[in-house]
Nanobody, 126 residues
Framework: QVQLVESGGGSVQPGGSLRLSCAAS????????MGWFRQAPGQEREGLAT???????THYADAVKGRFTVSQDGVANLYLQMDNLQAGDTAMYYC????????????????????WGQGTPVSVSS
């Protein structure tokens, strides 16, 4: 498994922005896909955005499409630019890596990923 370390979480007001980063210990063996997930207290883990390790294909959940952007630097880091944050975005955010399922697009389902970071918290409130 690849070790993943997230950073960049914090507290912002509604309408604000944050950029999350995820550093991978062995990027070249991270699997076909990497992605960002979040989990709020008492809720299921939710897939937000995924990207093929080559960076050519992205996949977004409807809840974040147009507000969040996933990217990678092709070396060791995955990013999530989050704009127009709202209270409903408050959660622990996780980076993940794995095969991403058998489809062309990398899955937004957590069980298709085998490596996970420890999470970084995001809080949106006025």
């Amino acid at each position: 498994q690849v070790q993943l370390v997230e950073s960049g979480g914090g507290s912002v007001q509604p309408g604000g922005s944050l950029r999350l980063s995820c550093a991978a210990s062995d990027y070249t063996n991270a699997g076909r896909c990497m992605g960002w997930f979040r989990q709020a207290p008492g809720q299921e883990r939710e897939g937000l955005a995924t990207i093929t390790r080559g960076g050519l294909t992205t996949h977004y959940a409807d809840a974040v499409k147009g507000r969040f952007t996933v990217s990678q630097d092709g070396v060791a880091n995955l990013y999530l630019q989050m704009d127009n944050l709202q209270a409903g975005d408050t959660a622990m955010y996780y980076c993940a890596a794995g095969d991403g399922g058998p489809w062309y697009l990398c899955s937004l389902t957590a069980n298709h990923y085998t490596s996970w970071g420890q999470g970084t918290p995001v809080s949106v409130s006025s």
